[in-house]
């Protein structure tokens, strides 16, 4: 157990619906981060956030948001779903900002679109 | 070509044997090289890192990077049923403030009693 919670585990929704998923870090870790897993692209970087300020992007796309609370937990939102947007959600946690290695991932989001 | 190249197998090994999982990649920048093993349905799990050229030991894994020839290696040795999962491997550069981690797909590695 890396310590970082994900929620739900599974979200079953329909095309053009929102959904939202939700991360709490380890407790000490300022660092959140987003990351999409995918049979065709692998596991990709989405975004970071560290102590509620966006860090960084990735590939994400601009129907998804995300951010930092100041209880640090994170949230990501995902709207007008297409069948595409089917994937694996991971959130990943680090104490620092630098956190190319340190990084700890929860049991991740299994979204489907339909 | 794509940033980081990785042999997505499927693997499949008898119990004992040694395991060299592998990724190469394009860009010159990355210094610091990751290995993640994912268990089916769980979120990926930090096995190794190092920092730029060179190996790194701990216990049954080592982890070896050749900048020079953009390949970094990932050798199990003794491999047990239980190491049966998805290796993924991890690079990053230091530059700037963007700190993204960019993957391999990973490899499938099973180890058969």
């Known amino acids: 157990d890396s310590g970082v919670t994900q929620t739900p585990k599974h979200l079953i929704t329909a095309t053009g619906q929102r959904v939202t998923l939700r991360c709490s870090p380890r407790?000490?870790?300022?660092?959140v981060y987003w990351y999409q897993q995918s049979l065709d692209q692998g596991l990709q970087f989405l975004i970071q956030?560290?102590?509620?300020?966006?860090?960084a992007k990735g590939n994400i796309l601009e129907r998804f948001s995300a951010q930092q609370f100041p209880d640090l937990h994170s949230e990501l939102n995902l709207s007008s779903l297409e069948l595409g947007d089917s994937a694996l959600y991971f959130c990943?946690?680090?104490?620092?900002?630098?956190?190319?290695?340190?990084?700890?991932f929860g049991p991740g989001t299994r979204l489907t679109v339909t | 070509q794509k940033e980081v190249e990785q042999d997505p197998g499927p693997l499949s090994v008898p119990e004992g044997a040694i395991v060299s999982l592998n990724c190469t990649y394009s860009?010159?920048?990355?210094?610091?090289f990751m290995w993640y093993r994912q268990y089916s349905r769980k979120g990926p799990e930090l096995l190794m890192y190092t920092y730029s050229s060179g190996n790194k030991e701990d216990g049954r894994f080592t982890a070896q990077v050749d900048k020079s020839s953009k390949y970094i290696s990932l050798f199990i040795r003794d491999s047990q049923p239980s190491d049966s999962a998805t290796y993924l491997c991890a690079m990053s550069d230091s530059g700037g403030s963007n700190y993204k981690l960019t993957f391999g797909k990973g490899t499938l590695l099973t180890v058969n009693p």
């Open positions: 407790s000490g870790d300022l660092s």
């Open positions: 990943a946690s680090s104490v620092s900002p630098q956190g190319y290695y340190e990084q700890y």
């Open positions: 860009n010159s920048a990355f210094q610091y």
């Open positions: 956030y560290y102590n509620g300020e966006e860090r």
